[in-house]
C-alpha cells in the first residue's frame, strides 16, 4: 500500500534552516508529481512547493519563493524539502502528498511532520 512518511521537522529558531524529507513506498514514485502542504494552526491547508516526476519543474507559494527549496531523488523514492530563513509564520505541520495530475489533487499524504519557528 502507498505510504508516504515524512521527517526532518523540529524547532528552529527564526533565521534558521531545516530539512524535511519524505520517504515514499508502494508506487512507482519517479512516475508521480508531488507537492508540500502544511496547515499552521487553527488555519486551513495551504499548499507550499509542487515538483514533477523528473525534478525539472518546480513551483512555490508566493509565501516560501526565495527561500524554501523542493527536490526529490527518484533512486531513493524520497522528497526533500529545504526551508531557509525561516519565519515564525512557517510554523505549521508539513505534509507531503501524492498528486493525482494536477497541484492541488491529491490521492494520498504523509502523516505529518511539525515545523516550530520560535526564539
Known amino acids: 500500500q502507498v505510504q508516504l512518511v515524512e521527517s526532518g521537522g523540529g524547532l528552529v529558531q527564526p533565521g534558521g534552516s531545516l530539512r524535511l524529507s519524505c520517504a515514499a513506498s508502494?508506487?512507482?514514485?519517479?512516475?508521480?508529481?508531488m507537492s508540500w502542504v502544511r496547515q499552521a494552526p487553527g488555519k486551513g491547508l495551504e499548499w507550499v512547493s509542487h515538483?514533477?516526476?523528473?525534478?525539472?519543474?518546480?513551483y512555490y507559494a508566493d509565501s516560501v519563493k526565495g527561500r524554501f527549496t523542493i527536490s526529490r531523488d527518484n533512486a531513493k523514492n524520497t522528497l526533500y524539502l529545504q526551508m531557509n530563513s525561516l519565519k515564525p509564520e512557517d510554523t505549521a505541520v508539513y505534509y507531503c502528498?501524492?498528486?493525482?495530475?494536477?497541484?492541488?489533487?491529491?490521492?494520498?499524504w504523509g502523516q505529518g511532520t511539525q515545523v516550530t519557528v520560535s526564539s
Open positions: 515538483i514533477n516526476s523528473g525534478g525539472v519543474s518546480t
Open positions: 502528498a501524492k498528486v493525482v495530475a494536477n497541484i492541488g489533487e491529491y490521492d494520498y
Open positions: 508502494g508506487f512507482t514514485f519517479s512516475s508521480y508529481s
